[in-house]
């Protein structure tokens, strides 16, 4: 009879939880302690592995399923499972922010470390010294998440053909680059001409500078929204950014869309 009755809660609970009737923490302890509703709420809620009871924390494929959905839980399962690869694996590959809490074993794991930043490239700041002497690699972390460049020793910062190299990727790294660096006007201009959208990022000191906005647009005339002051009105910059993509019309100031030498510009290139 008991068995019974059990039975159709059960019932009733993994339908409820599917529909999203009541959550997993509502539960009483009895229904908690069943793996099966467990995975059920898993599937639809993302922390239940918070409230799993502790005969359940180390049930292997109750922690798989919780880190499909959080990898950050991995900072609450067992030191035991902590070094079960798969299980790192898991979490990094939903969050790259994980690696902080994986086994010291798994931050030198080429493999993990890959699947981690690809994931997050805050994770970077978790992986195995010999990596950082790596510059193939630092430079995919970057092209995966181009804030990583923040993470990256000083002499990075400093390495101009690793800095362009990583601009064609991702032109706000202009910001993290070497202080001294920003203010080379030379290499400034190097880098524009590599990624037009470095324009945004350029210092204060450059931003009314007619030959480092006509470069941008010229590479990408969509840079164009970030041209500042007086600039916004320059006819030639305006005609350069129309000519390198006719979309940048959307973004050049209002009163300038009626100027005929501009309006005949779009008309041109608008039928190359």
């Known amino acids: 009879m008991e068995k019974e009755f059990y039975k159709k809660l059960k019932s009733k609970t993994l339908n409820d939880i599917a529909s999203g009737k009541i959550t997993y923490d509502k539960l009483d302890n009895i229904l908690r302690e069943d793996k099966e509703i467990v995975l059920e709420a898993i599937r639809h809620e993302s922390f239940v592995y918070y409230d799993v009871p502790e005969i359940l924390k180390d049930d292997r494929e109750i922690v798989l399923a919780s880190l499909k959905k959080y990898g950050l839980m991995l900072e609450f399962v067992s030191d035991k499972l902590k070094k079960d690869r798969e299980i790192v694996f898991t979490a990094v590959k939903q969050c790259g922010f ?14 993990i470390i890959h699947e981690a930043i690809k994931s997050d490239g805050w994770a970077l700041q978790f992986v195995g010294n010999k990596f950082f002497r790596n510059p193939a690699f630092l430079f995919l972390a970057v092209k ?16 101009k053909t690793f800095i362009e190299k990583c ?106």
């Open 98 to 111: 994980a690696l902080k809490y994986a086994d010291k074993i798994f931050k030198e794991d080429k493999e």
């Open 144 to 159: 995966y998440h181009g804030y990583a460049f923040e993470l990256l020793p000083k002499k990075y910062k400093k390495d």
């Open 167 to 272: 601009i064609k990727e991702h032109g706000y790294i202009l910001r993290f680059i070497d202080p001294k660096l920003r203010l080379n006007y030379l290499f400034l201009e190097k880098l524009v001409k590599i990624n037009g959208y470095c324009l945004k990022y350029i210092p204060d000191v450059f931003k009314d500078d007619l030959n480092l906005a006509l470069i941008a647009v010229k590479q990408n005339g969509l840079s164009i929204s970030f041209v500042e002051g007086d600039l916004r009105k320059n006819k030639e910059i305006i005609i350069e950014a129309i000519k390198q993509n006719r979309e940048s019309y959307d973004f050049i100031d209002n009163s300038m869309k009626l100027d005929k030498d501009v309006s005949a510009a779009f008309m041109k290139y608008s039928m190359i």
